[in-house]
């Protein structure tokens, strides 16, 4: 365990109103979350992989006073938040790195192990909501949908470059559409293309009916192939175990079936973990009504063994 921990007082800065304050990102299933962590130790180190524009983060610190806290996140827009956000002296440890080197990080900050993790595995408001971004098929803006926008393939050179099979393989593998190879056909036939409108375009062409769910599909395979998002996650499960104490709370919100997937096979079958009862939560009514954008938010929780 880290010594000498700074005590969080003054936990933000002067100009933390932005993010979750903001009205631009509101933190899913913040209350069970909490609820959930809070069975575990009041000392020691919590994690936030995901941290965003840091709404979890935030609650876990006013939860926690007396636990060291690190935040990262792939994103640099979003580190630029978060470190906007939190003091210096508030005991929270903001990184922009991938959730696959939190245990490099926790080396670099004295601790072995730690006592509970939160990995949030949706999109961002700052992400979505801004068309220079590319994420929104809703908003006009360049193919990129990288996290970090300064390494990586753009989607503009995944569908520019690909062929027909493997663009048509991206869609069904990791958005479950089973229009793929229509939809491919269709971007090879129109390509180049370079704007997320003109993709957008070309998908409500290509199908009947409404055409929204498809929209989703696509723009979320795509998203997780430029950023490698489910081999990230493969590493992450893959590795949990060895830097989780017996007795740490580790939760995960999902978004699709193909991270859920995964959480539920980890936490029921590597032998690692005992599932938290119940063993998954959903958003209520009152929190889809609120927040659209947490309607298929599922969160599922572990104790490591």
């Excluded at 989703?216 to 998203?223: I, M």
Aim: overall charge neutral; aromatic content about 8%.
């Amino acid at each position: 365990m880290r010594a000498d921990r700074p005590a969080r007082s003054h936990l933000y800065s002067s100009d933390h109103v932005r993010g979750d304050e903001a009205g631009t990102h509101v933190p899913v299933l913040l209350g069970s979350v909490i609820s959930f962590l809070s069975g575990g130790r009041r000392e020691g180190l919590l994690v936030d992989g995901t941290a965003g524009a840091g709404g979890h983060l935030a609650a876990m610190a006013e939860a926690f006073p007396e636990m060291s806290l690190l935040g990262i996140d792939r994103d640099p827009v979003a580190v630029s938040i978060l470190r906007g956000r939190f003091n210096q002296d508030s005991g929270i440890t903001v990184r922009q790195a991938s959730y696959t080197e939190i245990p490099v990080i926790m080396s670099e900050m004295g601790f072995t192990y730690a006592s509970g993790a939160l990995f949030d595995l949706g999109l961002s408001s700052i992400q979505l909501d801004d068309s220079s971004r590319g994420f929104s098929y809703r908003l006009d803006g360049p193919l990129d949908m990288r996290f970090d926008g300064s390494s990586g393939t753009t989607v503009d050179e995944l569908l520019n470059k690909c062929s027909e099979r493997e663009i048509a393989d991206i869609i069904y593998n990791y958005g479950e559409e089973g229009r793929s190879r229509r939809i491919a056909k269709a971007i090879v036939r129109e390509r180049p293309l370079h704007s997320t409108q003109e993709l957008a375009s070309i998908i409500r062409g290509s199908v009947r009916g409404n055409p929204v769910k498809v929209l989703s599909r696509v723009f979320q395979a795509l998203r997780i192939a430029v950023n490698r998002e489910l081999e990230q996650l493969d590493n992450l499960l893959d590795s949990l175990h060895t830097w989780t104490e017996p007795g740490a709370r580790i939760a995960f919100i999902t978004f699709h079936s193909l991270e859920d997937r995964k959480i539920k096979l980890l936490f029921r079958d590597s032998g690692y973990y005992s599932q938290f009862s119940p063993v998954w939560i959903v958003p209520d009514e009152n929190e889809r009504r609120e927040n659209p954008r947490a309607r298929s938010a599922r969160l599922r929780m572990g104790i490591r063994l």
